[in-house]
């Protein structure tokens, strides 16, 4: 490699770093956050997750109360189980509200409301993906991921000769200033996190485009009609399970106009860990509990299960505590590398002048 080039990919690689810098570091703190979104929000409601309940579960008396009292809502059903104990949580959306209802899981009662948006998990999500700013917000990240990786594949060219030498502790971490210091971090935490960084990024990338497309798509969308549907949810549920026992149902879309179906969302038993849990879905007619349509993850297009692999990866579905903790870091080495590219940029200009 000539020096030439050598040099144009250090300043490619100083400068995307220098202009996505505050947005990166915004981006890893709360990406680094919302790896623990579960948890977050289980501690939040942790009064109204569980009650004090040994009656059978009952969705359709729980249905009906959502139907009856919320109108013109896009109602789905974001949590429920066979658990007695375990309270029903429905998502209302309009175009510009959203609510989290809790229900009680055999008498159908509301046991808590609440705004969506004013949640602490849903405001560092919108912060995350969109800056609360809108479809200038949502392209503003995109762009900002682009440059990212354009700074890690640099990152990785300017330290392609020490890179097993640093994995390995070869280099000695020097700490004699703040400079030495400084360099010493950006390079060790740059060079170990970089491909766990580089997964976050791809992936985040290819959510953040959908996002910002359907921002640009000037969609007018009016208040969803929900039509009630006619079968019994609890039944439909039942038979799903006896017909297709490697179906585990753990999402609910009520339709949002006449003739639409209802989408019950899941994963296999056998499915890969690394497709989403909502990847496969069954169609089901809402009045005559027909199935219409059943769609399976490993049959499916290369777009949509490059979709599905990207939204567990980057939502971090998994379950294991481990590898949540492995990917915060991941996150919280963003930020990390933004302030110590800042630092020695500034103390450069800084060597440069005098």
Not at 86 to 108: D, K, M, Q, W, Y
Not at 226 to 251: C, G, M, V
Request: proline letters at 3%; hydrophobic letters at 45%.
């Amino acid at each position: 490699m000539s020096k030439t080039f050598g040099k144009s990919i250090y300043k490619l690689h100083k400068w995307t770093g220098l202009i996505a810098g505050l947005f990166i570091f915004i981006l890893g703190i709360s990406g680094s956050v919302l790896v623990f979104h579960k948890e977050i929000e289980k501690s939040v409601d942790t009064d109204y997750l569980v009650t004090d309940n040994n009656l059978p579960v009952d969705i359709d008396k729980a249905y009906e109360t959502i139907h009856t009292s919320y109108k013109n809502w896009e109602i789905r059903l974001e949590h429920f189980s066979n658990d007695p104990k375990e309270t029903l949580v429905f998502g209302l959306r309009r175009p510009a509200e959203r609510l989290t209802v809790f229900i009680h899981p055999a008498n159908g009662n509301i046991l808590k409301q609440a705004d969506t948006e004013k949640a602490v998990v849903k405001w560092i999500l919108k912060l995350h993906y969109s800056l609360h700013a809108g479809t200038a917000g949502k392209t503003i990240v995109f762009i900002v991921g682009l440059l990212f990786l354009l700074s890690l594949i640099t990152g990785l060219i300017v330290y392609r000769k020490a890179l097993t030498d640093i994995l390995l502790f070869r280099i000695k971490f020097k700490q004699k200033n703040k400079k030495a210091f400084s360099s010493s971090l950006h390079r060790y935490v740059g060079v170990w996190a970089v491909l766990l960084n580089l997964i976050i990024v791809i992936t985040g990338l290819l959510i953040s485009y959908d996002v910002m497309i359907y921002g640009y798509s000037n969609q007018t969308v009016s208040n969803p009609k929900s039509p009630k549907i006619n079968i019994s949810l609890q039944k439909t549920l039942e038979i799903l399970q006896k017909d297709y026992p490697d179906f585990n149902a753990n999402y609910i879309r009520f339709p949002k106009a006449e003739g639409a179906a209802l989408s019950i969302l899941g994963s296999l038993k056998n499915q890969p860990f690394y497709y989403s849990k909502t990847s496969n879905s069954i169609s089901v007619d809402p009045n005559t509990s027909e199935i219409r349509e059943i769609k399976i993850i490993r049959n499916a297009t290369s777009k949509d299960q490059i979709a599905s692999i990207s939204k567990a990866i980057h939502f971090v579905e998994f379950e294991n505590i481990f590898i949540k903790l492995i990917f915060c870091l991941a996150g919280l080495s963003v930020p990390l590398l933004s302030i110590t590219g800042f630092l020695l940029w500034k103390w450069k200009g800084k060597k440069s002048k005098k």
